[in-house]
């Protein structure tokens, strides 16, 4: 099960008393207090991987939600739970739990690191219809911090807190709680989780980022880096998990990364991204194949559904589904797989290396507002140069591939805008914006290429299988007429796209 917890903590010493909490906002009524004795402990890697990113995985005994518990933050005072049962005897994390968190851990073993005992007394917070609207919990904790580096029992302390969880209610009683118990002596949680407290000074020190001179290139381009390195870390465990668009999403990182050190390849030594940017290819292209094939079901799926029912003749559907959802078993087991490779965990590493050593060049100390205009005006040529060859290029697959060559580049021009973003502000938005126009239309033309060619196979298996190939047919033709209107559409498009005033922001 997999839940959003959003809650807030609090400090209150051994004589805090609990405010009367029903004049709080929306509460009609507050159940009699009830006592839980809870037992937990929280799994990590010897050198505390999970703590430092701010996620706990615990086994916990006791109350009402009695199993493996996974946190992962999602921003502030809110984190996403998955929930597995406990399991008779088990006493290891389960596969599914240690599988979301390899983008942190990377292989390495999950330990016990703490154990916690915690006498709770809960306190609900109904509506005038019953529902439970938050739950208040006056937490008295012993923790033993467990380092396997020294021995067990390393660390052994005890404190008082309280946290507030929302259930049904909103943000409005979160605020009137927080009022309340402050008023009352209680004083907001330095520490996110119990156990980052019960760690202590175990927990790693982050490691020091470099600190090149505000407004240059260095600056600009490395803040642009870490957003897109976290962001394929949350993107990892969404795909682990199963999220809708998560693949995609993924997906798109990678390749903003690697358009990133393409891009902007003067401010850094070569030598090093250079082979960053050809794992970057690779983890995007395993992505890829399943994106893709999700893409196309999807797709064709929704143009079967909007046909007439007396032109749609044999097992279409059926046909379709099969197809491509055994293909899409295939490309994400292969995805699966990936996630938990080596050569992955590697990538990973070295990303995180170098934002904390990044191999910077003499330019990198360039004021970023040349560097980013400069580096966004020869992304702008590179798509110009593209567009100038798909205009004389003759119709058929040359003119396809050369348009798709056309929305690549605008890809990377795009990307490009949006690390300038911060530092030039609406110019490069602007430009950006309309390289995405391109983008957008010729990628979808590039699909109604990609999904024609598929409807032709799939009406020849038809065909020999002795089905009707009729829908195949008027399917693909519908595709066909598709990419004609987008390419129609591109010129204008393009024309709109080009105007000089969105460039004149750039250096050169």
Not at 149 to 154: E, K, L, S
Not at 220 to 233: C, F, K, M, N
Not at 414 to 426: N, T
Not at 480 to 506: F, G, H, I, N, S
Request: charged share 30%; with cysteine; glycine share 8%.
């Amino acid at each position: 099960m997999t839940t959003r917890e959003i809650e807030q903590k609090y400090e209150v010493g051994p004589g805090y008393r609990m405010p009367d909490l029903t004049g709080l906002p929306g509460v009609g009524q507050v159940t009699a207090p009830h006592e839980l004795e809870l037992a937990a402990t929280y799994y990590d890697t010897t050198d505390l991987r999970l703590a430092a990113n701010s996620v706990t995985l615990r086994r916990r005994s006791g109350g009402t939600d009695a199993g493996w518990h996974l946190k992962l933050p999602v921003g502030p005072d809110q984190r996403t739970e998955v929930r597995l049962p406990l399991g008779p005897g088990v006493r290891t994390p389960p596969a599914e739990l240690r599988n979301r968190v390899e983008v942190y851990t990377r292989g390495s073993e999950l330990v016990p690191v703490a154990e916690l005992a915690t006498r709770r007394v809960v306190y609900r917070l109904l509506g005038p219809d019953g529902a439970v609207l938050a739950e208040v919990a006056d937490d008295t904790v012993k923790a033993s911090g467990l380092d396997r580096r020294v021995g067990a029992g390393a660390t052994v302390m005890s404190w008082r807190e309280v946290e507030v969880e929302l259930v049904e209610g909103g943000r409005t009683l979160l605020s009137g709680a927080r009022k309340l118990l402050m008023d009352a002596g209680a004083t907001p949680s330095t520490s996110p989780s119990k156990l980052r407290r019960a760690l202590g000074g175990r927990l790693p020190e982050p490691p020091q980022r470099p600190s090149p001179p505000a407004r240059s290139a260095a600056a600009a381009v490395l803040e642009y880096l870490d957003e897109q390195v976290a962001a394929l870390h949350s993107w990892d465990i969404a795909v682990r998990g199963g999220e809708p668009d998560s693949v995609h999403q993924m997906r798109v990182t990678a390749r903003r990364l690697r358009s990133a050190f393409a891009t902007f390849r003067p401010v850094f030594d070569r030598l090093v991204t250079d082979p960053v940017r050809d794992e970057l290819k690779w983890l995007g292209g395993v992505l890829g194949a399943a994106r893709d094939t999700e893409v196309m079901a999807e797709e064709l799926l929704t143009t079967i559904r909007a046909e007439p029912p007396e032109l749609v003749l044999g097992p279409v559907t059926a046909r379709v589904r099969s197809t491509l959802a055994g293909r899409q078993r295939e490309a994400m087991a292969v995805v699966d797989a990936t996630l938990s490779e080596q050569r992955y965990f590697a990538l990973l590493d070295t990303l995180d290396r170098l934002l904390v050593e990044p191999p910077l060049s003499d330019r990198a100390a360039d004021a970023a507002t040349r560097v980013l205009g400069d580096r966004t005006r020869a992304a702008w040529r590179r798509t110009r140069r593209a567009a100038d060859a798909a205009a004389t290029a003759p119709p058929g697959a040359a003119r396809e591939t050369a348009l798709h060559d056309v929305r690549k580049a605008a890809k990377r021009a795009r990307y490009a805008a949006e690390a300038a973003d911060p530092v030039i502000g609406r110019p490069a938005r602007s430009f950006g914006k309309c390289m995405k126009s391109v983008q957008q239309l010729l990628g979808e033309h590039q699909d109604a290429v990609i999904i024609g060619a598929e409807l032709r196979q799939l009406g020849i298996q038809a065909h020999a299988a002795g089905e009707n190939g009729f829908s195949f047919g008027r399917l693909h033709a519908l595709y066909q007429t598709r990419a004609q209107r987008l390419r129609d559409e591109y010129p204008d498009v393009w024309k709109a796209a080009a105007r000089k005033r969105y460039r004149r922001w750039m250096k050169g």
